[in-house]
Nanobody
Framework: QVQLVESGGGLVQAGDSLRLSCAAS????????VGWFRQAPGKEREFVAA????????QYADSVKGRFTISRDNAKNTVYLQMNSLKPEDTAVYYC?????????????????WGQGTQVTVSS
């Protein structure tokens, strides 16, 4: 069993940066792939980024490539999402999720564990 808690969201202006954290409990967290997803008002939840447990292969949605960076610290049971050059269209609730395996990282239905989400609001 894995429990996930997101933090780091907030209200920022366009062009600013934020770093989201996803803290996990559970001894096997370091063996899970972790993804970030987001859901904007009135829209479906969408994939943002993911990282495998080892060797830490990453994958990004086209909309965030070059601006967002996902990383993990297995010793701290934490995954980070560094978000730079934020845009108003990045406004959403951001969720982290964990799963076993390393394929099809963008597929939401393959993730077994989800956090409660953290709000990110980017003003223009």
């Amino acid at each position: 069993q894995v429990q996930l808690v997101e933090s780091g969201g907030g209200l920022v202006q366009a062009g600013d940066s934020l770093r989201l954290s996803c803290a996990a409990s559970g001894r096997t967290f370091s063996t899970y792939a972790v993804g970030w997803f987001r859901q904007a008002p009135g829209k479906e939840r969408e994939f943002v980024a993911a990282i495998t447990w080892s060797p830490g292969i990453t994958q990004y949605a086209d909309s965030v490539k070059g601006r967002f960076t996902i990383s993990r610290d297995n010793a701290k049971n934490t995954v980070y999402l560094q978000m730079n050059s934020l845009k108003p269209e990045d406004t959403a609730v951001y969720y982290c999720a964990a799963r076993s395996g390393s394929g099809l990282l963008a597929r939401e239905f393959l993730y077994d564990y989800w956090g409660q989400g953290t709000q990110v609001t980017v003003s223009s």
